[in-house]
């Protein structure tokens, strides 16, 4: 599984699409281990939809799944996410 992965940076531009700020910069905190880190080295798997997973644990922080006119986010993992404004 992990010639699979990317880091967080590989969705970049879709976090910048959907949030209109700087995303890879942003800290967020695993709902599972606690750790916290910049989105941007998260571990990032890509299938018919992208999973964001918790360097730390592994555990599942984020989903997000993307069609031409909507995108879906799930972020049931991820305790706590700071942006900087």
């Excluded at 531009?13 to 949030?19: D, R």
């Excluded at 990032?44 to 599942?60: E, K, Q, T």
Aim: glycine share 12%; charged share 20%; proline share 1%.
């Amino acid at each position: 599984m992990d010639e699979l992965m990317l880091d967080g940076n590989a969705i970049a531009g879709l976090l910048q699409e959907v949030f209109a700020v700087e995303m890879t910069t942003a800290i967020g905190t695993c709902g599972s281990c606690g750790a916290a880190g910049a989105v941007g080295a998260v571990h990032v798997y890509r299938g018919a939809g992208i999973v964001l997973r918790c360097p730390h644990c592994d555990n599942v922080l984020a989903k997000i799944v993307k069609n031409d006119s909507r995108v879906w986010i799930d972020f049931r993992g991820t305790r706590t996410l700071e942006v900087a404004v």
